[in-house]
């Protein structure tokens, strides 16, 4: 059985999508979930499904070799991103090399960078009356959204939808892909 350890920092509504993916097959089983935030919602649902939650600060994220320390105890066979709004330290990279993976609400390159996250990058598929938007999973580097892509998708975005619409045509996106390619990564 193969480790899952993912990082949220918000809803955790694909946090709870992977952890019911792998709930249902044998491959993989999502063994930790990890939040920076004490008030994000996806300690409600990691306390509902009886997953191991974490709550860090900033201090123990960046400040030391601890944190790594921590993860390696989890002993992830990959670690996920799914939210998780800080950068990655250079340490933890370094240690999880090609084994941490983010997905990122857009078509990458496009709408990447630091600040570029939730309803900011729908905001501005919609301002760029683009076409069409997508989900970009890739390896995580030192540099927001910029590590090698592994799988996009893509959705088709009507001039009438509201930037709520192109999120949740996102989110679909999301649910029915993020499991399948981490468990395409895993075996
Ligand atoms: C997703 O859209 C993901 O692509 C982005 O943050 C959002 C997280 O949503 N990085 P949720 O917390 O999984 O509901």
């Known amino acids: 059985m193969k480790r899952v350890v993912i990082l949220a920092s918000g809803s955790g509504s694909n946090a709870e999508n992977i952890f019911s993916y792998f709930k ?6 999502v063994v930790a979930i990890l939040t920076n935030k004490k008030t994000a919602k996806v300690l409600e649902r990691c306390e509902r499904l009886g997953i191991p939650a974490y709550y860090f600060n900033r201090e123990a994220f960046s400040g030391s070799d ?13 670690i ?8 990655i330290p250079i340490p933890l990279i370094n240690a999880f090399s090609n ?7 857009a078509l990458l390159p496009k709408y990447g960078g630091k600040g570029m996250y939730g309803n ?14 997508g989900i970009s999973i890739h390896y995580v580097n030192e540099n927001y959204d910029e ?9 088709r975005v009507e001039s009438s939808d509201s930037v709520d619409d192109i999120a949740k045509k996102v989110h679909q ?12 990564l895993l075996t």
């Not at 601890?66 to 990959?78: A, M, S, T, W």
């Not at 729908?122 to 076409?131: G, L, T």
């Not at 996106?173 to 395409?184: A, G, R, S």
Request: charge should be positive; aromatic fraction near 8%; hydrophobic fraction near 40%.
């Open 80 to 87: 996920v991103l799914a939210g998780f709004l800080w950068k």
């Open 120 to 133: 900011k990058v729908h905001q501005a598929v919609k301002e760029n009356s683009d076409p069409e938007t």
């Open 99 to 105: 084994k941490i993976i983010n997905i990122h609400p």
């Open 173 to 184: 996106l999301e649910y029915e892909h993020f499991p399948k390619v981490i468990e395409k």
């Open 147 to 155: 590590g090698a892509i592994i799988f996009q998708a893509k959705t």
């Open 24 to 29: 249902r097959g044998s491959t993989a089983e």
């Open 66 to 78: 601890n944190f790594v320390e921590v993860i390696k105890g989890l002993k992830p066979d990959l």
